[in-house]
């Protein structure tokens, strides 16, 4: 394979690399990436819901805890999806635990993690329900399956426990960005590649010259 070959391929894979497709699903998170990534963690009632000039619902809240953050008070959360594996909502005068994201419009929020990030409590507040499958529970953390179903997508948590580690996770400080990482990757790949193609192309030209 020439270097000319080889320097197209180079750049052709650091442009493939850059415009992957994503596919259409929820991938699976950590407790603790949740955590350290959201602006806000609280428990809290929604009371009432309102719909904006798009249609979509947004769910005023009532905090009761805050485990982290400073959430705005009358803190309103989104509770429409957004995509089809979207599970944003809101039950009227149900208490839940909510990791939001701050929105672009103040006093608003976006539950995290395309909806995974809301987790209806217990009659008792003892447990938070929550989609272990797609957010994954660290060991040592209590769990029970839903109406004894061990198969079930989703379990109650055990909500002091979780509360402990929640809190404990968002003051760890954040790993390094992955994204900032991999375009770092990306763009020594393009150098390198366009590297190649000016030694190719030197190379070229000095063959050309007359003896």
């Known amino acids: 394979m020439s270097c000319a070959r ?3 391929w180079m750049i052709g894979f650091a ?3 850059g415009a992957a497709p994503v596919s259409a699903k929820v991938g699976p998170t950590s407790l603790a990436h949740l955590a350290m990534y959201s602006d806000h963690v609280v428990v809290a009632r929604a009371t009432s819901m309102v719909q904006d000039a798009s249609g979509r619902d947004w ?3 009532d905090v009761l805890e805050t485990w982290k953050g400073h959430p705005p008070a009358g803190v309103e ?4 999806p957004t995509w089809t594996c979207d599970t944003s909502t809101a039950v009227m005068g149900e208490t839940a635990l909510f990791f939001l994201y701050d929105a672009k419009t103040a006093g608003r929020c976006i539950i995290a993690h395309d909806g995974r990030g809301r987790m209806p409590a ?3 507040g003892a447990w938070f329900r929550a989609w272990i499958s797609d957010v994954v529970m660290p060991a040592g953390i209590p769990t029970q399956p839903v109406d004894g179903d061990a198969a079930s997508i989703d379990a109650w948590v055990d909500a002091a426990a979780m ?3 929640v809190r404990e996770a968002a003051l760890a400080p954040a790993p390094r960005n992955s994204r900032a990482s991999a375009l770092r990757w990306l763009v020594l790949l393009v150098v390198t590649a366009l590297s190649v193609r000016y030694f190719v192309m030197r190379r070229r030209a000095m063959r050309a010259q007359p003896a």
């Open 163 to 165: 509360k402990r580690f």
């Open 122 to 124: 217990s009659t008792d």
């Open 15 to 17: 442009l493939a690399a």
């Open 59 to 61: 769910a005023r809240i």
């Open 6 to 8: 080889i320097a197209r």
């Open 77 to 80: 959360v989104l509770a429409s």
